[in-house]
Nanobody, 121 residues
Framework: QVQLVESGGGLVQAGGSLRLSCAAS????????MRWYRQAPGKQRELVASLTSGGSTNYADSVKGRFTISRDNNKNTAYLQMNSLEHEDTAVYYC???????????????WGQGTQVTVSS
């Protein structure tokens, strides 16, 4: 019913920048919160940033001041601007969203397939 597709990952040197995109499509009535998670090899998936439909944001301490989450509601797309990247930011980044689809009474959570970000030191 709903697909989340991430893009924008890649290889970048430490200190560089990347912008990830997450485009949602399908039978979408509305999208509540949108989030970015990441999972590094051998580690648990962690929440990086979240953005509610009302505009409230939340960031992991490790990315505060370096990453910015935003969204374009007209395009059902979320973004993660990542600046001053560090080797420790290397991970697969996943998009997550609470989506209310047509003909349902409550939102469901959806995940993207992930995009690899590799930061060389």
């Amino acid at each position: 019913q709903v697909q989340l597709v991430e893009s924008g990952g890649g290889l970048v040197q430490a200190g560089g920048s990347l912008r990830l995109s997450c485009a949602a499509s399908g039978s979408i009535f509305s999208i509540n919160a949108m989030r970015w998670y990441r999972q590094a090899p051998g580690k648990q998936r962690e929440l990086v940033a979240s953005l509610t439909s009302g505009g409230s944001t939340n960031y992991a301490d490790s990315v505060k001041g370096r990453f910015t989450i935003s969204r374009d509601n007209n395009k059902n797309t979320a973004y993660l601007q990542m600046n001053s990247l560090e080797h420790e930011d290397t991970a697969v980044y996943y998009c997550n969203a609470d989506v209310l689809v047509f003909y349902r009474n409550s939102p469901s959570q959806y995940w993207g397939q992930g995009t690899q970000v590799t930061v060389s030191s």
